[in-house]
């Protein structure tokens, strides 16, 4: 299974990014996927998850600036950002649990990143 992220990149504070990440026509429907992220020198943090019946969680620092989204039809995963701030700054990896209604505790596969630099 390969995972390809897109959409990072450089923004002021305030400012919105949407990610993607594309599994290759690999079907992701009933299958969880997540979004994390990792700042040098910081250990990685899971951002974000939506399980395999759809159901959402967020770390708290996130919460109410971020959505994750899941278009089932073009096996893709999103990232919505919104009012990002410098300390959301990373690279930010989606990953994905084989396994059909699993608990997202095989996150097995991941993508190689993309980069979010939010300025001051």
């Known amino acids: 299974v390969q995972l390809v992220e897109s959409g990072g990149g450089s923004v002021q504070a305030g400012g919105s990014l949407r990610l993607s990440c594309a599994t290759s026509?690999?079907?992701?429907?009933?299958?969880?996927m997540g979004w994390f992220r990792q700042a040098p020198g910081k250990e990685r943090e899971r951002v974000a998850i939506?399980?395999?019946?759809?159901?959402?969680s967020y770390v708290d620092s996130v919460k109410g600036r971020f959505t994750i989204t899941k278009d089932n039809a073009k096996n893709t995963l999103y990232l919505q950002m919104n009012s990002l701030k410098p300390e959301d700054t990373a690279m930010y990896y989606c990953?994905?649990?084989?396994?059909?209604?699993?608990?997202?505790?095989?996150?097995?596969?991941w993508g190689q990143g993309t980069q979010v630099t939010v300025s001051s």
């Open positions: 990953a994905l649990d084989p396994i059909i209604a699993g608990s997202c505790s095989n996150l097995n596969y």
């Open positions: 026509g690999y079907p992701i429907s009933g299958r969880c």
């Open positions: 939506v399980d395999g019946f759809g159901g959402a």
